[in-house]
T-cell receptor, first 114, second 114 residues
Framework: GENVEQHPSTLSVQEGDSAVIKCTYS??????FPWYKQELGKRPQLIID?????GEKKDQRIAVTLNKTAKHFSLHITETQPEDSAVYFC?????????????FGKGTMLLVSP | GAVVSQHPSWVICKSGTSVKIECRSL??????MFWYRQFPKQSLMLMAT?????????EQGVEKDKFLINHASLTLSTLTVTSAHPEDSSFYIC??????????FGPGTRLTVL
């Protein structure tokens, strides 16, 4: 089955700096890669996703890049703010088949200091 | 759009009792819903996939007789933890898909078994 590795497990940055979280996946058939943000005790919230026919996607301060050949994808947050502090999860699935299960990485705790 | 609710948000029960958790898609129909379990500071672990009108598909290692899933309608799935024990204490989260691939999560239910 699919295996998703996520690094780093914790990331501390100063407000205004950029943050990068990286994930690798094992199944070359995976074609859908969402990123979720989870605050303590709250639900995971979808912040951005990318499909395998696209190499990069951007939404304001958040961007995701995908390298299918290397089987890795990354989340980039620019101009970080204290409210960006949370746990971020990457995931992978083989979409387009009715429904598809997500395999999650272990998460990255991002701490943004004012 | 794509709002998922979950009830109750928290529950405390005695060992040996059963607990039912409801997951509802409020503004879309979901033929498929997913149930996850999350321990503190860990990632989301898929327990089962709930399909409207058919039996749930359980992940390896998840006891289907202990975690009963019913997908009664296109907007409601329930998870019943039967004969709960302290080791079942966890954060249970459901998700639903308004379209292929993208999963939106409920707010979660924190179960504490005494």
């Amino acid at each position: 089955g699919e295996n998703v590795e996520q690094h780093p497990s914790t990331l501390s940055v100063q407000e205004g700096d950029s943050a990068v979280i990286k994930c690798t996946y094992s199944d070359s058939a995976s074609n859908y890669f969402p990123w979720y943000k989870q605050e303590l005790g709250k639900r995971p919230q979808l912040i951005i996703d990318i499909r395998s026919n696209v190499g990069e996607k951007k939404d304001q301060r958040i961007a995701v890049t995908l390298n299918k050949t290397a089987k890795h994808f990354s989340l980039h947050i620019t101009e970080t703010q204290p409210e960006d502090s949370a746990v971020y999860f990457c995931a992978a699935s083989k979409g387009g088949s009715g429904y598809s299960t997500l395999t999650f990485g272990k998460g990255t705790m991002l701490l943004v200091s004012p | 759009g794509a709002v998922v609710s979950q009830h109750p948000s928290w529950v405390i029960c005695k060992s040996g009792t059963s607990v039912k958790i409801e997951c509802r898609s409020l503004d879309f129909q979901a033929t498929t819903m997913f149930w996850y379990r999350q321990f503190p500071k860990q990632s989301l672990m898929l327990m089962a996939t709930s399909n409207e009108g058919s039996k749930a598909t359980y992940e390896q290692g998840v006891e289907k007789d202990k975690f009963l899933i019913n997908h009664a309608s296109l907007t409601l799935s329930t998870l019943t933890v039967t004969s709960a024990h302290p080791e079942d204490s966890s954060f249970y989260i459901c998700s639903a898909t308004p379209r292929v691939d993208t999963q939106y999560f409920g707010p979660g239910t924190r179960l504490t078994v005494l």
